[in-house]
């Protein structure tokens, strides 16, 4: 199943890139800026990864990604996450980072999105990985500060390239957080052609992948997992093909589902939903694609045909144009004739 897994070309469409931070490159990265870290190690560090809910994470997510201080730093980081995808056979990526995070501390934007993009361009020269970049809002933050940091974003696109950013995303904490609180941000992103992403229904109620959809207009909801609430939300997110893209391991951790045995992963891809799996912060949640996709196989008694859909899926559901979509399917059926 390794194997088969790892040979099936996949898009991976939820990843943090802050959340790519191991314990040994945050220990690197402290060590490079004078800074001490509070645990005695890096398998201190891993061990006091236990979370009890979303925030109780976002804490210690928030408290990594202090230590990404400049460009070479988000090289570092977006070139690591991408020589492990690579490694596990996804073959285009589409990362959010969090402008906000960063931006708070001084560190100027320039230099996240040129130290990422950096890295993005060097492996696709070098191992063919394709990418897109999505700037996320902390939902947790002003609808205001969400549109200065827009409106910058749009400031730096025009020095750097029509097509650095591909869409904007909202994530952080869900609940008491409505997508409504964004209207206005997302429909100036549209207009200014880019195209939109939520996180919705992780810890948030159907309401608010409802509201994503109407109010956002976004192309894929971000976990979506609590639509099942909500029937007729189910029957219009299987009608429209609507993607989720579903991080498992990030749903137990988070306490999302108690087991994996009890995640609706497979319920939802059986109703027909274009359910994708991602690996959303693998650092922090014990696995990246390849450990994700085993964990629901192992968990849901995922079949062949199980795993083929979901990386059609997330060939799919990715911003890929349609010719490039085709080939990556027309690849996929190569691997799963030869099983
Ligand atoms: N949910 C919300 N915000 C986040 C997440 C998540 O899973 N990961 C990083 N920021
Ligand atoms: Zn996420």
Redesign the pocket.
């Given at each position: 199943m390794e194997g088969f897994i790892t040979r099936l070309p996949k898009a991976e469409l939820h990843l943090?890139i802050?959340?790519t931070l191991e314990p040994e490159m945050a220990f690197a990265l402290a060590a490079r800026h004078g800074v001490t870290l509070p645990y005695a190690s890096v398998e201190a560090m891993r061990d006091a990864y236990r979370f009890s809910d979303?925030q109780s994470?976002?804490d210690i997510?928030y408290a990594g990604a202090d230590l990404l201080r400049d460009a070479a730093d988000f090289h570092a980081l977006t070139s690591a996450y991408l020589r492990k995808a690579h490694q596990q056979g996804v073959v285009h990526v589409e990362i959010?980072f969090?402008p906000q995070t960063h931006t708070q501390r001084g560190v100027p934007l320039e230099s996240v999105v040129g130290g990422i993009r950096s890295a993005l361009l060097a492996a696709e020269r070098d191992c063919g990985i394709t990418h897109r970049l999505i700037l996320c809002f902390l939902r947790h933050l002003s609808a205001e500060d969400a549109m200065a940091t827009l409106e910058q974003a749009l400031r730096l696109r025009d020095s750097i390239s029509a097509d650095v950013f591909s869409a904007v995303g909202l994530?952080?904490?869900?609940a008491g957080h409505p997508p409504g609180k964004f209207t206005a941000v997302f429909e100036r992103a549209r207009q200014a052609g880019l195209l939109a992403v939520a996180?919705a229904g992780?810890e948030g109620p159907a309401q608010y992948i409802h509201d994503a959809l109407e109010l956002l207009k976004v192309r894929r909801i971000?976990?979506g997992v609590r639509c099942e609430e909500d029937p007729a939300l189910v029957r219009r997110l299987a009608r429209e093909r609507m993607p989720l893209t579903v991080?498992p391991l990030?749903n137990i951790k988070?306490h999302v589902f108690d087991r994996i045995e009890a995640h609706n992963l497979k319920r939802l891809l059986d109703l027909g939903l274009c359910v994708t799996v991602n690996s959303?912060?693998p650092a922090y949640f014990g696995g990246y694609v390849l450990e994700n996709y085993l964990a629901v196989q192992r968990g849901l008694d995922l079949s062949k045909a199980d795993l083929e859909l979901l990386a059609r899926n997330s060939i799919e559901a990715s911003f890929l144009p349609p010719a490039q979509q085709r080939r990556w399917m027309a690849a996929i059926d190569q691997v799963a004739r030869e099983g």
């Open positions: 943090h802050e959340g979303l994470f976002l997510y959010f969090d994530d952080s904490s869900e996180h992780e971000d976990h991080c990030s988070l959303d912060d």
